[in-house]
């Protein structure tokens, strides 16, 4: 895995991080990627845009997550153009979306059911989590997510939280 990390500033730093981006090894070698944005914008036909435009200039890029959560940490409020973009590139790519609503579940049933799916995934490393509501139990989703797998990663969750 190869990670890369870039701020911009305006739309020309925007450009100029697309272009490093194609032209890094973590892209050119890489079977996929995952992209995590944050941006200081709040206008949505903007953010659309933008989204729009990286999609379209790394299509080999899946984004997984855009979001203003962490900003206000970032020094970003003063300033609708800054975004923070971050890369995970991958050898080989295989990503498998799962979604729980744990309004609708409780975190141990979300987890067990997690868990019964990558029972048929072997092949899986890491396990990305993305978890929204600061009231949820992450802990009681891991214990059951992980089950007997010693060899899954599992990263995020609501590491972005002030709690």
């Known amino acids: 895995m190869v990670q890369q990390t870039f701020i911009v500033t305006n739309d020309r ?9 194609r032209a890094s090894e973590g892209y050119a070698c890489a079977g996929g990627g995952l ?14 845009k933008r989204l729009e435009e990286t999609q379209e200039a790394l ?19 003063h300033n609708d153009d800054i975004a923070a973009f971050s ?14 609503d744990c309004e609708k579940m409780s975190e141990r049933e979300a ?11 072997p092949e899986a ?3 990305e989590l993305f978890a929204v509501g600061e009231a949820l139990c992450v802990e009681d989703f891991l214990e059951e997510a ?5 060899d899954l990663v599992f990263y995020g969750a609501s590491a972005g939280t002030k709690a």
Do not use: H
């Not at 450009?15 to 490093?20: L, V």
């Not at 890369?87 to 729980?100: H, I, L, N, S, V």
């Not at 987890?111 to 995934?121: N, P, S, Y």
């Open 13 to 21: 730093e925007r450009q100029e991080m697309f272009a490093k981006v």
């Open 35 to 48: 992209l995590q944005v944050y941006e200081s914008c709040w206008d949505e036909e903007i953010l659309q």
């Open 59 to 77: 299509p080999r890029v899946t984004v997984v997550g855009m979001t203003q959560y962490n900003a206000q940490f970032m020094d970003f409020e």
């Open 87 to 100: 890369f995970c590139f991958f050898e080989t790519e295989c990503f498998a979306p799962f979604y729980f």
């Open 111 to 121: 987890g067990k059911r997690l868990r019964e799916k990558l029972e048929g995934l």
């Open 125 to 127: 490393k890491g396990v």
């Open 146 to 150: 992980a089950g007997e797998r010693d």
